[in-house]
């Protein structure tokens, strides 16, 4: 769906040239979220606006649906735009039109009739979950609301993309929850292309398929969202990482939890995938006769499936404890016996 | 009993007049107004980084605003008495107050329109921009309505300067309560014709004020 080839932007500033995007490659399939996650000042946004033309590159391409966009321009480029919409951190509604009104505004773009205009608003609005506050004003609603409205006016022309700069930043917790439900929605129900950009490591957990991570203008790590969490390289994507999964608590503590649970055995297990959807505890408590005791864990749902480790303390008579491990290791989940030999 | 505290003031002559200042008034304005918006918008578009970015048109522009809000009024006028003439062949009455009214008073407009677009959101113009919107259209439906409420105050002042001016264009016989305070009270030394004259640019002033203030009130939706 898009294409990103040795895409590279330099902004002349008062000393001297900066590279925003540094020589990048890449390529976001039709249906897909993608996630570009990096630190403030990365090149995240710089990227995201080449990608509908609001910037030119200095050199590369960038081709979205068989569209090179960074050589269109004029009626071309404002045909393409209709197509790649845009939401943003600070919702950027127009004041003076209410929640209808600023819907309607791409459609007005578009040159849609009234009529056609006004049905299509009312579809949209219902689709984001704002009937009843239709003649409101921006300054009336809350920022989850704002944002609703961001998303309707993005979605009113059908466009094949979906580009989100920070569209949940300037959210609180819930609401920024609510707001990548939406979009995971909408993504699932029209088949929509998502790139989405963040700071935010639990947003690309969250809805993402695949995430690039950049750096100083450069994609540095690249993959599905479970295997960058599972097996980051590059140690700001380990940054990121222990985001959501805590300082690498686990390794720090393995030594303290031996010495906390000296019966029985400490097995470690390792989820990836579908397999945390399956009852395998419960089925390992029913059939052999150990206690469980769930010493310490974190999975996390990501868009492709579940990931996370989980510590057990397995007792019982030694028997009965191998039986357990023994089918554990059956189950293809990642089993370690970490301890006390 | 008025007849008595003001004996000089012949009412229908003072109608008349004040029909005059606000004639002037409204059409200035009006003149003011487009003029002044066209100017601003072309300041705006062409300064650095935005869509028509065109450091000549943008400096020239510049120039000619700055130039004609810092000559004084009353110098203006008399620079342009033979470009009156030429376009109205003569110099008496409303409607040649109106060059010298609109030249002094578009730059002085076209400087608070730049001032009103600039302080429109850019994430609004990128949004519109994002969306495809045509610059003649980012013109339209999104600088008019999202500065509406500074362009109108903006006029509110202009306008009410424009009252002074027309005073001022009294005194080489525009007509109105200029011309009126001016040849009647003062030449005459009719000091109650120019007390009511006063009182009445005043209440004109007020008013204008009052609406003003009272329709940008009511346009800002922020
Ligand atoms: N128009 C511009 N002119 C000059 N420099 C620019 C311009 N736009 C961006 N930059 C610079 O490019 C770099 C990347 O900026 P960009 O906005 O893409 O970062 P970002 O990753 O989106 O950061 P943030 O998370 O803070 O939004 C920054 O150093 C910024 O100062
Ligand atoms: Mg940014």
């Given at each position: 769906m898009i294409q990103l080839q040795n895409l590279s932007k330099t902004f002349a500033t008062g000393n001297g040239q900066l590279v925003a995007v540094d020589n990048v490659n890449l390529t976001v399939e039709q249906g897909e979220i993608f996630?570009?996650?990096?630190?403030?000042?990365?090149?995240?946004?710089?990227?995201?606006?080449?990608?509908?033309?609001?910037?030119?590159?200095?050199?590369?391409?960038?081709?979205?649906?068989?569209?090179?966009?960074?050589?269109?321009?004029?009626?071309?480029?404002?045909?393409?735009?209709?197509?790649?919409?845009?939401?943003?951190?600070?919702?950027?509604?127009?004041?003076?039109?209410t929640v209808e009104d600023n819907i309607s505004f791409p459609l007005e773009i578009a040159g849609i009739s009234k009529a056609?205009?006004?049905?299509?608003?009312?579809?949209?609005?219902?689709?984001?979950?704002?009937?009843?506050?239709?003649?409101?004003?921006?300054?009336?609603?809350?920022?989850?609301?704002?944002?609703?409205?961001?998303?309707?006016?993005?979605?009113?022309?059908?466009?094949?993309?979906?580009?989100?700069d920070e569209a949940t930043s300037a959210l609180d917790p819930e609401t920024t929850d609510a707001i990548l439900e939406l979009l995971v929605d909408i993504n699932k129900r029209l088949g929509l292309t998502i790139v989405l950009i963040t700071h935010e490591m639990h947003v690309i957990r969250k809805i993402c398929h695949r995430v690039a991570v950049m750096e100083a203008g450069k994609v540095v790590e690249m993959g599905s969202v479970l295997e960058i969490f599972q097996t980051p390289e590059q140690a700001i994507t380990k940054r990121f990482v222990a985001q959501i999964n805590g300082p690498d608590?686990?390794?720090?503590?393995?030594?303290?939890?031996?010495?906390?649970?000296?019966?029985?055995?400490?097995?470690?297990?390792?989820?990836?995938?579908?397999?945390?959807?399956?009852?395998?505890?419960?089925?390992?408590?029913?059939?052999?006769?150990?206690?469980?005791?769930?010493v310490q864990g974190n999975i996390a749902q990501t868009q492709n499936g579940a990931y996370g480790t989980l510590f057990l303390q397995i007792d019982g008579n030694e028997l009965a404890i191998d039986q357990a491990i023994h089918y554990l290791h059956e189950q293809d989940v990642q089993t370690e016996v970490i301890s006390h030999d | 009993m008025i007849e008595n505290l003001l004996p000089n003031v012949d009412?229908?002559?003072?109608?008349?007049?004040?029909?005059?200042?606000?004639?002037?008034?409204?059409?200035?304005?009006?003149?003011?107004?487009?003029?002044?918006?066209?100017?601003?918008?072309?300041?705006?578009?062409?300064?650095?980084?935005?869509?028509?970015?065109?450091?000549?048109?943008?400096?020239?522009?510049?120039?000619?605003?700055?130039?004609?809000?810092?000559?004084?009024?009353?110098?203006?006028?008399?620079?342009?008495?033979?470009?009156?003439?030429?376009?109205?062949?003569?110099?008496?009455?409303?409607?040649?107050?109106?060059?010298?009214?609109?030249?002094?008073?578009?730059?002085?407009?076209?400087?608070?329109?730049?001032?009103?677009?600039?302080?429109?959101?850019?994430?609004?113009?990128?949004?519109?921009?994002?969306?495809?919107?045509?610059?003649?259209?980012?013109?339209?439906?999104?600088?008019?309505?999202?500065?509406?409420?500074?362009?109108?105050?903006?006029?509110?002042?202009?306008?009410?300067?424009?009252?002074?001016?027309?005073?001022?264009?009294?005194?080489?016989?525009?007509?109105?309560?200029?011309?009126?305070a001016y040849l009647d009270g003062f030449q005459r030394d009719q000091k109650d014709v120019t007390l009511v004259s006063t009182i009445i640019i005043l209440i004109i002033v007020f008013i204008i004020q009052w609406v003003g203030d009272g329709l940008t009130a009511k346009a800002d939706k922020r």
């Open positions: 996630g570009i996650i990096g630190y403030s000042g990365a090149g995240k946004s710089t990227l995201i606006r080449l990608l509908n033309g609001l910037e030119k590159p200095t050199s590369g391409s960038v081709t979205v649906n068989g569209q090179e966009i960074s050589s269109s321009s004029g009626q071309a480029l404002r045909s393409a735009r209709q197509k790649v919409s845009m939401i943003f951190q600070h919702f950027n509604l127009l004041w003076s039109r056609n205009r006004t049905e299509r608003v009312k579809e949209l609005i219902e689709l984001v979950g704002l009937t009843g506050r239709e003649t409101a004003y921006p300054s009336q609603l809350s920022g989850g609301q704002k944002q609703r409205v961001g998303i309707a006016r993005a979605l009113a022309n059908n466009p094949e993309v979906l580009l989100c608590a686990v390794s720090q503590t393995i030594a303290h939890l031996i010495e906390q649970y000296p019966s029985g055995k400490l097995v470690k297990l390792v989820f990836v995938g579908d397999r945390t959807e399956q009852p395998i505890l419960s089925r390992l408590i029913k059939q052999y006769q150990v206690e469980v005791n769930i | 009412w229908d002559k003072m109608w008349e007049a004040t029909l005059e200042t606000l004639y002037m008034t409204a059409m200035a304005t009006g003149f003011t107004f487009v003029i002044g918006l066209a100017l601003g918008i072309v300041l705006f578009l062409t300064s650095p980084h935005q869509v028509w970015a065109n450091k000549m048109v943008y400096w020239l522009t510049g120039a000619f605003v700055n130039i004609f809000r810092s000559i004084p009024f009353i110098i203006l006028i008399i620079l342009l008495i033979p470009f009156t003439k030429f376009l109205l062949d003569t110099i008496r009455g409303a409607n040649a107050a109106l060059p010298a009214l609109i030249i002094g008073a578009a730059p002085f407009y076209a400087r608070m329109v730049l001032i009103a677009l600039r302080e429109i959101d850019k994430g609004v113009i990128e949004a519109a921009r994002s969306m495809g919107a045509k610059t003649s259209t980012i013109v339209w439906k999104v600088f008019l309505p999202e500065s509406y409420p500074a362009l109108l105050s903006g006029l509110t002042v202009t306008a009410i300067a424009l009252v002074g001016y027309t005073a001022m264009a009294g005194i080489i016989g525009a007509g109105g309560l200029g011309t009126l």
